[in-house]
C-alpha cells in the first residue's frame, strides 16, 4: 500500500472531519503495522489516530472498558481480577510489535492470525463504534464478516467492554504454531462457566485455521452438563494457557 498523503488528527471530531471530506481514499492509521499486508497499489491518505485518545482500561459494573487505541504492550501490563487480555497479549508476536500495533487496529480489520478477535468472541465482549452516534455490536455480530462493513464513513472504533471473568468462571487461550514469533496455525480462546464441577455455559472461538474466526457451537452445547476432573484447570508443558479437562471417556465433536 502507497500513502500519498498524512495527516496527524487531534480530536476524535477532527479524525471523523478529516476521513469524511478525503473520501474513500482516507484511512485510519492507528499502529500502522498492517500496511505491509495490504496490496501495493493500493494508494491512501492516512489519518493518524494516535493523538485523539481512547487509550486504557477502566473497570465499570463488572466490565473492562478498553480504549481502541490502547497499546498491547498496556494490555499485557493492566492487571486487575478478572482481566484476562494480558495472556492473550503475552503471546502476541513480539515486543516491539507488542508496543507499536493497538488493540483497535488488530480487531478493526481482521486478519486470520489476529489473537485479539478470537479471544474477544469467547469472551463476549462488545465493540462500540463513534459515528453521527455510537454503536454498539456484540463480538459475533462485529466478527460475522470484516468490521469495516459496519463502519460508515468517518466512524472509528473506539471502545471495547470486556465483561470481567467472575466466581466460577474461566479463559484459556492457545495458540500453534512451529515457533514462537510465527503466524498462528490456529488460535482458540475458550471462555467456561461452571457450578460445582458442571459446566453450564461454554464459548469456543477459532481462529487463523479459518478465514474469519467463529464460533464452534456444537462444540459449546456438548461442554454444557458435562462435569470437569478434579483440579481440571492445569497448565502443560508447552501450553502457554490452561486447560479444562473433562471427565474420561467424554465425547466431543464438532
Ligand atoms: C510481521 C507481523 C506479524 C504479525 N503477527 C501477528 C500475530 O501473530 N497476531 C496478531 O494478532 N497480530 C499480528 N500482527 C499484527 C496484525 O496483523 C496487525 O498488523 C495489527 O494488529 C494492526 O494493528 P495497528 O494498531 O498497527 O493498526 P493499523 O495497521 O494502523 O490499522 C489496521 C486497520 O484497522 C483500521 N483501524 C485502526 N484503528 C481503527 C479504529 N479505531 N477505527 C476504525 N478502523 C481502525 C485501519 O484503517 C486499518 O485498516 C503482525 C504484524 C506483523 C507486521
Same mark, same amino acid.
Given at each position: 500500500?502507497?500513502?500519498?498523503?498524512?495527516h496527524?488528527a487531534?480530536?476524535?471530531?477532527?479524525?471523523?472531519?478529516?476521513?469524511?471530506?478525503?473520501?474513500?481514499?482516507? /484511512?485510519?492509521?492507528?499502529?500502522?503495522?498492517?500496511?505491509?499486508?495490504?496490496?501495493?497499489?493500493?494508494?491512501? %491518505?492516512?489519518?493518524?489516530?494516535?493523538?485523539?485518545?481512547?487509550e486504557g482500561?477502566?473497570?465499570?459494573?463488572?466490565?473492562?472498558?478498553?480504549?481502541?487505541?490502547?497499546?498491547?504492550? #498496556?494490555?499485557?501490563?493492566?492487571?486487575?481480577?478478572?482481566?484476562?487480555?494480558?495472556?492473550?497479549?503475552?503471546?502476541?508476536?513480539?515486543?516491539?510489535?507488542?508496543?507499536?500495533?493497538?488493540?483497535?487496529?488488530?480487531i478493526?480489520?481482521?486478519?486470520?492470525?489476529? #489473537?485479539?478477535?478470537?479471544?474477544?468472541?469467547?469472551?463476549?465482549?462488545? /465493540?462500540?463504534?463513534?459515528g453521527e452516534?455510537?454503536?454498539?455490536?456484540?463480538?459475533?455480530?462485529?466478527?460475522?464478516?470484516?468490521?469495516?462493513?459496519?463502519?460508515q464513513?468517518? #466512524?472509528?472504533?473506539t471502545? %471495547? &467492554?470486556?465483561?470481567?471473568?467472575?466466581?466460577?468462571?474461566?479463559?484459556?487461550?492457545?495458540?500453534? &504454531?512451529?515457533?514462537?514469533?510465527?503466524?498462528?496455525?490456529?488460535?482458540?480462546?475458550?471462555?467456561?462457566?461452571?457450578e460445582?464441577?458442571?459446566?453450564?455455559?461454554?464459548?469456543?472461538?477459532?481462529?487463523?485455521?479459518?478465514?474469519?474466526?467463529?464460533?464452534?457451537?456444537?462444540?459449546?452445547?456438548?461442554?454444557?452438563?458435562?462435569?470437569?476432573?478434579?483440579?481440571?484447570?492445569?497448565?502443560?508443558?508447552? &501450553?502457554?494457557?490452561?486447560?479444562?479437562?473433562?471427565?474420561?471417556?467424554s465425547? %466431543?465433536?464438532?
Amino acid at each position: 500500500m502507497k500513502l500519498t498523503a498524512y495527516h496527524r488528527a487531534k480530536s476524535l471530531a477532527d479524525a471523523r472531519r478529516l476521513l469524511k471530506e478525503l473520501g474513500p481514499t482516507a /484511512m485510519p492509521l492507528a499502529g500502522a503495522s498492517s500496511h505491509s499486508f495490504v496490496k501495493n497499489d493500493d494508494e491512501k %491518505i492516512g489519518v493518524d489516530i494516535a493523538d485523539i485518545g481512547f487509550e486504557g482500561v477502566e473497570c465499570k459494573n463488572g466490565h473492562f472498558v478498553v480504549g481502541a487505541n490502547t497499546r498491547i504492550a #498496556d494490555l499485557q501490563a493492566f492487571h486487575a481480577p478478572g482481566w484476562v487480555l494480558d495472556r492473550v497479549a503475552l503471546r502476541f508476536v513480539s515486543q516491539p510489535l507488542r508496543n507499536m500495533t493497538t488493540i483497535g487496529g488488530n480487531i478493526s480489520r481482521v486478519f486470520p492470525w489476529n #489473537d485479539f478477535p478470537v479471544a474477544l468472541l469467547a469472551l463476549n465482549a462488545t /465493540m462500540t463504534i463513534s459515528g453521527e452516534a455510537k454503536t454498539s455490536h456484540l463480538a459475533s455480530v462485529f466478527f460475522d464478516g470484516q468490521p469495516s462493513r459496519l463502519f460508515q464513513p468517518g #466512524d472509528l472504533l473506539t471502545e %471495547i &467492554s470486556v465483561p470481567e471473568i467472575g466466581e466460577g468462571s474461566g479463559f484459556g487461550y492457545h495458540k500453534e &504454531s512451529l515457533v514462537n514469533m510465527d503466524f498462528s496455525h490456529l488460535t482458540i480462546a475458550a471462555w467456561i462457566r461452571r457450578e460445582g464441577r458442571t459446566i453450564r455455559d461454554a464459548r469456543v472461538a477459532v481462529g487463523a485455521g479459518v478465514p474469519l474466526p467463529c464460533r464452534l457451537s456444537a462444540l459449546e452445547a456438548e461442554l454444557v452438563g458435562k462435569k470437569m476432573r478434579r483440579g481440571g484447570h492445569r497448565r502443560r508443558r508447552g &501450553s502457554a494457557s490452561g486447560r479444562c479437562f473433562l471427565e474420561r471417556g467424554s465425547r %466431543i465433536q464438532q
